[in-house]
DNA sequence: CATCGTATGTGCGATACCGCACATATTAAG
DNA sequence: CTTAATATGTGCGGTATCGCACATACGATG
């Protein structure tokens, strides 16, 4: 696959990368050995890949070549590499910075949006004060499924909530490409309906359950998408989150950092014991995360 | 609607349909005349057209041809004569019996449905015995649109909740159909972000607004749909829908009912006061229907 | 250092909703 | 008619959450 053909020194670099399955595979012919590795796990991956004792040349480089040709982005890794080739133009990197609206309601919407690293909430309120999340994106899905469903403004509101980098892409660009390409439609397809299901079961698990369950399961989602023990949250940030007072979050918090299974000081929110935190989040965690786990398995291929 | 009137006879029926915007001109040529109506008053139209009076050939080869042209979903209707024609043959119509489940969570899918009487009620829940209403389907839209997005198991609970009857199609046949036919793909993609923008709204809705607000939003979106003023429907139903106990609704209603909005007694609900319910039910009504009403026109072309 | 804005902790009365218990009305079945 | 099953109305104490008021802590800025 792809962009390998670099004239790149590479005297000891792979020369061919082949994808295969759900895997990975980097030739190295100089040292005639190989790697695989499975794109879930490509962070992990490549640091092992890069580790001296393995290979011997130029890092970034390597690091550059292969997040060209597999992003970290599951929509975007499930591509094939003529898929994603087509797609690469069209796409930039750009920076999600804390705070940051992504799409406000009614508002048109210009770009779609690949998250690599960071979150994006998505939004839905009443009388515009009172505000509820609805869903949570990482990595593994793109906010913009209302341009890819052929609707020009936005529904609701989309919101950076931790920081990171996307690929964005133009919405016209995006609903040419899916036009044309039946496996970006599948793959979004199959990510329109995880995140269907995601809304659906936080409606429920908002309806019925306490506070301090759903501030466990809100970390445990986040935690998810930021491969991170440790992110900045302001309180308020998370009244808005849960659709609850600011105040009700300050005693869930003290309840959690009671039982020491998170640590949180003005903002500075760790998770402690993880284990322990699934048990006080509701099922739905596991529900959600279930289904999640469910559609990059299907959409891996 | 419109230019029904009651002198023109049918000597024959109608010789050509043709669907121009939102409503459907029939010209029947012996007497030079022909009828506009608005598709969304198609039942009405149809009983006036088939009046004794005003028709006095075949009734039944009329209807049928209407049926065949112009079917009473919107989803359907939306498509022009040819990509329905490809599409009927696979369309078989199936009675919607009240409290019949249509899809159970974790069941494969084997029918979707395209209502064009009567509700269905999409439901979430958190450990079985707690349920909650995330949508509601009408002849608007659709069952099954994780068919459609290429899953196979339903997620979530769809429930009757009105009688009436429903086009069904195997979940291949449609797969199939939407492969091939960008119409019929694009019409459902635009009922699908109409499907999660009420998702979204309701959440936020059960999360901030209390449950006279709701019952009459509930009220007033299942009037919409079964264009009726009565129905038939029992507080432990109507809890399950609201998500909250029984002995609630039992209240609610009450509320509701000595302000003279509704008449309910022993599962017997009338709508009194249709403008009066709209201001006690919350705004989500409106914006619901707003969305609703967008997509309608979106989708007719 | 002083100041100010922002974030956080806490307490208290009000309220919406829950859970349960029980009475009553209606319909269905024997 | 009797009985059972189902649907509905009501009351009461408990609890989660709200709304508000206020005290406190921290960080940025001058």
Known sequence: MSGFSEKTSFAKAP?????????????AVPQGSFFIFDIRHLELSIKHLLMPSAVNHDATVLRRIFQMSIPNNRLLSALDSGSFRKLHSKLET???????????????????????????????????????????????????IGVFLGVEKAN???????????????????????????????????YVHSLITQISQTAACNRYHDIESRLARWL????????????????????NMLGVRREAVSKAAAGLQSNRLISYSRGNLSILNRKDLEKTACRCYRVIKKDYDDFLKESAF
């Not at 020369?15 to 030739?27: H, L, P, Q, R, W």
């Not at 609206?101 to 004060?129: A, N, W």
């Not at 950076?160 to 599948?186: C, I, K, P, W, Y």
């Open 156 to 190: 609701n509101h989309a919101l950076v909530q931790g920081e990171g980098t996307a690929f964005r892409m133009r919405s016209a660009d995006l609903q040419a490409a899916v036009e044309n390409d039946n496996q970006l439609r599948r793959v979004i397809n199959l």
């Open 220 to 239: 445990l989602m986040t935690q998810d998408r930021m491969r991170s023990d440790e992110f900045r949250i302001t309180q308020e940030f998370l009244s």
């Open 94 to 144: 750009v920076p999600l910075e804390f705070g940051k609206d992504i799409y406000q309601p009614g508002e048109i919407s210009t770009f779609v949006y690949f998250p690599e690293s960071g979150i994006i909430s998505l939004l839905s309120s009443v009388e515009t004060d009172s505000t509820l999340e609805v869903g949570i994106v990482g990595n593994e899905g793109m906010v913009g």
């Open 15 to 27: 020369e061919t990368v082949a994808k295969t399955g759900i895997s990975v595979m980097i030739k």
